[in-house]
């Protein structure tokens, strides 16, 4: 799987478990609704700081989100 691809999978997944809708996601991470929905469905590649914000609004690690990108 492609990194843009398996990132997205990786924050869909997370977004999930913690029972977020990409709205609040997207709030929580300073960012705008759509562009959760285009970096969940590996359309976007996500800049470092949005990653970082992303993680701490799911309440995950980085790490998890990188999960099976090498």
Known sequence: MEVVRQFGHNLYRA???AG???DRLAA?????RSAVW?????QQIPRLDH???L???????VR????GIE
């Open 28 to 32: 929580e991470a300073f960012m705008h």
């Open 15 to 17: 977004r999930r478990q």
């Open 51 to 53: 990653i970082v914000w």
């Open 64 to 67: 998890d989100l990188l999960r």
């Open 55 to 61: 993680a701490q609004g799911a309440g995950v690690q």
């Open 20 to 22: 977020m809708t990409q």
């Open 38 to 42: 285009r970096i969940e469905s590996g």
